[in-house]
């Protein structure tokens, strides 16, 4: 696992009530790495929204999604996955 960058540690720890949901392994690894959403979003052809649902639990990524996504970080696909993917939240 990735330590957090400055800014995520600073947020986690200066805004814990926003952080209903640990942080998932994708968001952390993104903002380690200083990628926008956006970008990273762009880069493995899907939406900002989907990406955000994804590192969200919102919805579960599909496993070519995750392939894509990984390449983009640079990362291997099986660092972006927990067990919480497979039990996303539910609005």
Do not use: W
Not at 8 to 24: D, G, H, K, Q
Not at 51 to 62: D, G, K, M, V
């Amino acid at each position: 696992m990735f330590p957090a960058s400055p800014v995520a540690t600073f947020l986690m720890r200066a805004y814990p009530e926003y952080m209903p949901v640990p942080i998932s392994p994708l968001k952390l690894v993104r903002l380690t790495r200083g990628y926008r959403q956006f970008v990273v979003a762009h880069a493995a052809g899907i939406s900002s929204t989907t990406l955000s649902h994804i590192e969200n639990y919102h919805r579960e990524a599909q496993p070519d999604v995750v392939k894509r996504i990984a390449a983009v970080l640079g990362v291997s696909p099986g660092s972006l996955r927990t067990d919480a993917d497979r039990t996303c939240r539910k609005r």
